[in-house]
């Protein structure tokens, strides 16, 4: 059973940053960490940033030149940047990945990230 675990959360005043990291309990081999999405209490899951396999990171509009994600793929890790922390940025953000054997979907527990002053 592939875990995800995410970790970095936490309150933040705005124009803070913080950096979420999601480390997968398998390599690189067996699973591909493919991005972030957040939920803010009584809203819909949404994505945050996205990298395919073999495609270009996405951002949408509303993250777009404030948050950032890279990959340590030595640790299977992936990190979630965020800049210049707005209100409407708290939520709890979940990582998402796919098993490269069956093409399962895996989501990590979540952590909160509140910006607030």
């Not at 970790?7 to 591909?32: D, E, M, T």
């Not at 399962?104 to 990230?113: A, E, I, K, L």
Request: proline share 4%.
């Amino acid at each position: 059973q592939v875990q995800l675990v995410e970790s970095g959360g936490g309150l933040v005043q705005p124009g803070g940053s913080l950096r979420l990291s999601c480390a997968a309990s398998a390599s690189v081999f067996r699973v591909y960490v493919k991005g972030w999405y957040r939920q803010a209490p009584g809203k819909q899951r949404e994505l945050v940033a996205v990298h395919p396999r073999g495609g270009n990171i996405y951002y949408p509009d509303s993250v777009k030149g404030r948050f950032t994600i890279s990959r340590d793929n030595a640790k299977n890790t992936m990190y979630l940047q965020m800049n210049s922390l707005k209100p409407e940025d708290t939520a709890v953000y979940f990582c998402n990945a796919e098993d490269l054997r069956n093409r399962n979907d895996y989501w990590g527990q979540g952590t909160q990230v509140t910006v607030s002053s």
